[in-house]
Structures are given as C-alpha cells and as structure tokens.
C-alpha cells in the first residue's frame, strides 16, 4: 500500500511537471542548458510515522523505516529532476524539420538523461553489476555526447520541412511516451538498485528505438553510423539489466512488459 501510495503521488507531480514544461515556449538554439531546478516530488510517507503506536520496542524500527523513505525522497527527487531535464531537451527535437538534426538534438538529450541515472545510481545504489553499468554508460554515452555537440554546431535544422518530417516526428512522439510512462513506473521502485534497472531498462528501448528512425528516415552518415552504433551497444545492456532484474526481482510479472517491448 505505501509502495502504491508513492507511485501515485509521483505519478501526480511528474506528470504535472512534465506537462508544465511542454507549455513552455520552444526556441531553437543551437545549444539547450539542461535544467538545473524543477519541480520535484516531496512526497513523505508522514502518515505512516503519525499512526505508528509508541512503543519502545518499535523505535529502532521505525527510526530505520524513516531514514529509508527520507533516501527514497531523495532519490525520487532526483530521478524526477533528470527526467524533466531530459522531456524539456528532447521537445525542442521534437519540432525540427531535419530528421538527422532532430535526431541528434533528441538523442543529445536523451543521452544527458543516461549520464544523470547512472550518477544517481552511484550515489544511491549498492549494487555492484549494477555500478558497472551505470559507469559504463557514463563512459561510453559521454563519448556520444560530444560526437553529436559537434555535429549540431555545424548542422542547424532545415528552414522547412522535408518530405518525411511529420512520420519522423509522430515516431518520435510515440516512442517518447511510451518511454517516460515505463520509467515512471520504473524508478518509483523502493529499492536503488531495481529503480535503476527498471528506468534505464525502457530508457535504452527508448534510445534503441530512437535510432531505428533515425536509420529509417535520416540520410547523414554520420548520425546513421551513430544510430546503428547506439543499437549495437545498448541491446546487450538491455538483455544485461533484463536478466538482471529477471534474477533479483520478487515477482518476475512486473518485468513482462518491459521484456516483451525489447523484442
């Protein structure tokens, strides 16, 4: 019941969140200054604490049951933080012409996302494959950032749009919900290391997605060898963190969508 009670208090503000960003006008500068402060989740689990009798053989845990939630806040907060950064870069792609420079400018963001999880999951998690991987895509994901920085400061957007610049940005749009809807889901789990896994798991579907449009209408070498890079890195770390989560999980059902998705 407090698991669910979480979700839906953070389901209620990100979407808020979220939604107020999309009404914010869109300028199409070369370069998008992540954001540093946005609305945040300060759900706490006061209610539980408030009916809890007084015990004195119940103070240990209950003191160790509330510096839990007070972590779990933290992280949600940060988790939340990062995913509004990203939603608010990755809208500004949504509205270019050029499907090779929307691409980059979405992944661009995209990317930013990863690197600000991973750094979440080294802080909270304890994990150590876990770890790894969240290192990992700093790594390599950093790489990728500056690849595509590059790229963008000599590739402004197209003037108009081209022949397939409305299926591009449908496929977009289709992708980027489905993605923020199973990450909601994903890093309102309680534990650091599962919350990590089940956001990054559809976060990666969402890159690898991603670049198959990018190779179904984009013509730039370069961002099309990117794309069919991107793929060839993250699938493994898919089939890493389903596993993962398939081993480590209580209940494997909660992890069928997700599985079924990366088909």
Request: one cysteine or more; proline letters at 4%; glycine letters at 6%.
């Amino acid at each position: 019941m407090i698991a669910s009670h979480r979700f839906a208090l953070f389901a209620t503000s990100m979407s808020a969140a979220l939604l107020l960003s999309a009404c914010q006008p869109v300028t199409e500068d070369t370069e998008v200054i992540p954001v540093e402060e946005t609305t945040s989740t300060t759900s706490e689990p006061s209610e539980a604490a408030h009916d809890m009798d007084a015990h004195a053989g119940h103070d240990m845990a209950a003191g160790d049951t509330m510096t839990d939630e007070a972590q779990m806040t933290d992280m949600l907060k940060d988790y939340t933080e990062s995913m509004t950064s990203m939603h608010n870069e990755m809208m500004v792609s949504m509205g270019y012409n050029d499907p090779d420079t929307a691409f980059a400018k979405g992944m661009l963001g995209h990317h930013r996302g990863a690197v600000d999880m991973a750094k979440i999951e080294l802080k909270y998690g304890t994990d150590e494959a876990m770890r790894k991987l969240a290192q990992d895509i700093i790594d390599s994901q950093q790489v990728e950032i500056d690849i595509m920085k590059k790229w963008l400061a000599s590739h402004p957007d197209a003037p108009k749009p081209k022949p397939h610049t409305e299926a591009m940005q449908a496929a977009y749009a289709k992708g980027m919900n489905t993605m923020h809807s199973d990450m909601m889901l994903g890093i309102a789990e309680p534990e650091a290391d599962m919350a990590f896994a089940r956001g990054m798991l559809p976060h990666h579907i969402g890159a690898v997605d991603m670049a198959k449009v990018q190779l179904q209408y984009g013509t730039d070498e370069e961002m099309r060898k990117l794309a069919q890079d991107i793929i060839d890195t993250q699938q493994p770390e898919i089939e890493l963190m389903q596993n993962w989560i398939g081993r480590t999980s209580f209940d494997g059902k909660e992890t069928n969508n997700l599985t079924d998705s990366a088909q």
